[in-house]
Nanobody, 130 residues
Framework: EVQLVESGGGLVQTGGSLRLSCKGSGFRFRDVAIGWFRQAPGREREGVAC????????YYANSVRGRFTISSDYADNTVNLQMDNLQPEDSATYYC???????????????????????WGQGIQVTVSS
């Protein structure tokens, strides 16, 4: 059974940091891209960042580039999202997802947050107080 489990969310003040983790099981972790997405109440889901485990590619949304860093720990089947200089507009439920076909979709250009992701975690809340 494929599982993605997020951890590390919580409440932080403006300018603070949080580190989200996404642990995967039930699939070949090194074959997939892991993406992070977020959705705030009343807003559409937004892609945040992704990490391609086959080729080490990364992609960041403009809204988080320079503040968030995504990395992968192959030994632990975990992708981490380090979030620094958090702002109130970063408040949302954050989800991680897996894309097992990203290498074929990208034709060698790596992961992307606009690709279709097949497997999703349950989500974790991040709240940034002003």
């Amino acid at each position: 059974e494929v599982q993605l489990v997020e951890s590390g969310g919580g409440l932080v003040q403006t300018g603070g940091s949080l580190r989200l983790s996404c642990k995967g099981s039930g699939f070949r972790f090194r074959d997939v891209a892991i993406g992070w997405f977020r959705q705030a109440p009343g807003r559409e889901r937004e892609g945040v960042a992704c990490f391609g485990n086959q080729d080490g590619s990364t992609y960041y949304a403009n809204s988080v580039r320079g503040r968030f860093t995504i990395s992968s720990d192959y030994a632990d089947n975990t992708v981490n999202l380090q979030m620094d200089n958090l702002q109130p507009e970063d408040s949302a439920t954050y989800y991680c997802a897996a894309d097992s076909l990203y290498m074929a979709r990208s034709e060698g250009y790596g992961c992307h947050i606009l690709f279709d992701y097949e497997y999703w975690g349950q989500g974790i809340q991040v709240t940034v107080s002003s």
